[in-house]
């Protein structure tokens, strides 16, 4: 795993840094790749890529994956950030062309392929990845991103008739560019209070900075003013007829499937071991791991807070652990731990967390590392393509079925409508009360959460046109799910372990298994009325291999007490100069008044408090109009509505 960065203009101009200057952009990510650290620029001087390595596949000789990697006539340079799980099959098809191979390096596998087929290579590749790949004889640019949205990737353009273009794994290094201006995108702040997702679209929390969509790229043309050309190369495709399969098939084409995606994720030349919680996704992808481990067996790990309750992760984790036979490892999470790691993580990131887990991983990541492994598989991804989200999926089906008899009508108003039923079934400031939460001029200057509403009305409108004919109405639900939450997911795995220079694999995070379980008729996936019967194909698929207790787990939300440790953190809220500018006094006021009872207000809230602090301090200069007048809320009010929808919401 890698860090990747690059800057670019376009033809006739210059990058205007010194290579010194682009080193200590790279170098804000050093966590990302300690194993190596690379640097190119182009002749003309109107382009550099810089990479910083975490070596998981050909460790030794260095020089073989070192990065950036040029193309044997030099036309190619390539910046990458991931790892090729169908590398062999990618190289026999490379070979059939007259490819000749250097390396085992999944690195040289992606430049050679993109050097072959173009953009076409890049449905080619299963895996997770993030690169840029510069052509220096049609001086393109072009940046591209995995599937599901593992890796991320972020882009900024600016420089007038420069057409200049920052990129990077993370945010910090394209703010590090002394002309990349450093202010909030305020619809995305308000988002986030709704979503605690920190990008909306392609829009991040930072007004400018973008994100390369999953399964999406971008080319700059570098002749041309760095005119810019987006795309996809992949989108969801069921695989066959919906109606056709039944349990026993579903549970056949499930299991095969997710065999084949731990075995392909298990690659790597260094140790890889396995994060566990007791739940039925973990449990599974740590048994087939160590049924195909070496030997000396598959290690695995665990994070939370110990409070000795029988059916807490952590003890469901040695439960699990002991029936495996894995060598295992605990991360304890305590209160002390929790609150001075976030803050920190803030800090590190220069951006809020989405979830509390976000500790809990990153602590398990720092506990492994320290043990020397580099390479950790995880369960992400079962939840939003199987249906493991009871509410939310409850809500849909409750929703379509109230519905159905006013279906037809202005399809964008009613693509908008499925979306915001997303939206508020796991909201945690709820939209309706953002007036009450955000000062004045924020409010206004989101008007209403209106590009929210844009954004994922049309996310849903085009997963509408694309469903195919044996779609219902609950797969395009389920499908819009995936799309929207799951990236987020992985980006906290990603950002949560890649602080400790670690790799997580997703194998259930998978664009093959995706496409199967987008295939399967909602019955496979979900029955209402019990939360056992979330994921069902998948619970049925592993029932022989795993004791009863793991398949009937239900899902555990937040294995943190989190609401709990964050009563008293309050004073963060009323010390904070973005908190006095950015929220509504009264909110500010209830909030840390009463932390814990408010958590679904306070945990956003204190976040961005945290961030902004992190950025601004009490710098002014990037409100959107000056902050005269509290919003007319009281406190009291706020209390009274937000210690109700706490007690009423459901956390997912």
Excluded at 404 to 411: L, P, Q, S, T
Excluded at 523 to 531: T, Y
Excluded at 582 to 607: D, I, K, S
């Amino acid at each position: 795993m890698c860090g990747i960065l690059g800057i670019a203009c376009s033809m006739g101009h210059r990058i205007g840094l010194t290579d010194a200057q682009v080193v200590a952009m790279r170098d804000t990510m050093s966590h990302r790749g300690p194993d190596g650290a690379g640097l190119w620029r182009s002749a003309q001087g109107h382009v550099a890529l810089a990479h910083r390595r975490l070596a998981v596949i050909e460790p030794d000789p260095p020089d073989h994956g070192a990065q950036p990697m040029m193309s044997d006539d030099g036309r190619f340079v390539l910046v990458y950030n991931g790892e090729l799980y169908n590398d062999d099959e990618v190289r026999r098809d490379l070979a059939r062309c007259g490819a000749v191979f250097r390396t085992r390096c999944d690195t040289e596998t992606v430049l050679r392929a993109l050097a072959e087929w173009g953009v076409g290579a890049l449905a080619r590749f299963r895996g997770m990845f993030a690169l840029a790949l510069f052509d220096s004889r049609e001086q393109r640019l072009l940046l591209a991103r995995d599937p599901l949205g593992i890796k991320p990737l972020y882009w900024h353009t600016g420089g007038g008739d420069r057409g200049q273009v920052v990129f990077a794994s993370e945010i910090s290094p394209i703010l590090s560019h002394p002309g990349v201006p450093v202010s909030p995108d305020w619809a995305t702040l308000s988002a986030y209070l709704t979503t605690i997702r920190a990008t909306l679209g392609e829009r991040t929390l930072f007004d400018g900075v973008r994100v390369v969509r999953p399964g999406g790229f971008v080319e700059f043309d570098l002749a041309h003013g760095g005119r810019a050309r987006a795309g996809e190369f992949w989108r969801s495709t069921p695989v066959r007829a919906a109606g056709e399969v039944d349990d026993a098939e579903a549970q056949q084409l499930v299991r095969r499937a997710v065999v084949e995606s731990v075995g392909a994720h298990l690659r790597s030349d260094v140790p890889v071991c396995s994060l566990l919680s007791g739940g039925l996704d973990s449990t599974i992808i740590a048994s087939l791991a160590a049924a195909a481990a070496p030997p000396r067996g598959l290690r695995t790990y665990a994070a939370g807070h110990d409070d000795g309750a029988p059916d807490a992760d952590l003890a469901c984790a040695r439960r699990a652990a002991a029936e495996l036979g894995t060598e295992h490892a605990e991360a304890p999470i305590t209160r002390e731990l929790f609150l001075a790691r976030w803050p920190e993580m803030v800090a590190r990131l220069g951006a809020p967390l989405s979830t509390p887990n976000e500790v809990a991983i990153n602590e398990v990541a720092r506990r492994l590392r320290v043990d020397g492994r580099i390479v950790a598989l995880s369960g992400e991804g079962a939840d939003e393509l199987f249906a493991g989200y009871d509410a939310i999926v409850s809500a849909a089906l409750e929703f379509e079925a109230a519905h159905a008899a006013n279906a037809r009508g202005d399809a964008a108003q009613t693509a908008a409508g499925r979306a915001m039923l997303h939206v508020c079934a796991g909201a945690w400031t709820p939209p309706e009360r953002k007036g009450d939460v955000l000062a004045e001029e924020v409010w206004r200057a989101v008007e209403g959460d209106a590009a929210m509403r844009a954004e994922l009305g049309a996310e849903f409108l085009e997963l509408t046109r694309h469903a195919g004919p044996h779609a219902s109405a609950a797969d395009i639900h389920l499908r819009y799910l995936r799309r929207i939450n799951l990236a987020g997911l992985l980006q906290r795995l990603d950002t949560a372990t890649m602080l400790e220079r670690v790799e997580g694999r997703t194998p259930l995070a998978d664009c093959r298994i995706a496409e199967l379980a987008e295939s399967l008729p909602i019955g496979r996936k979900f029955l209402p009325g019990s939360p056992a019967q979330t994921k069902r194909c998948l619970r049925s698929a592993f029932a022989a291999d795993l004791s009863p207790w793991v398949i009937a787990r239900p899902k555990a939300s937040f294995p943190l007490p989190f609401q709990a440790w964050i009563e008293g953190t309050g004073d963060v809220l009323r010390e904070s100069g973005f908190a006095a500018q950015v929220f509504a006094p009264g909110a500010v006021e209830a909030v840390a008044q009463q932390t814990g009872a408010l958590w679904r207000l306070g945990w956003p809230m204190l976040n961005l408090a945290l961030w902004g602090e992190r950025w601004w301090g009490r710098g002014p200069s990037w409100i959107p109009a000056a902050h005269s007048s509290p919003s007319g809320v009281s406190s009291s009010a706020v209390v009274e509505d937000a210690i109700g929808l706490s007690r009423a919401s459901q956390v997912v």
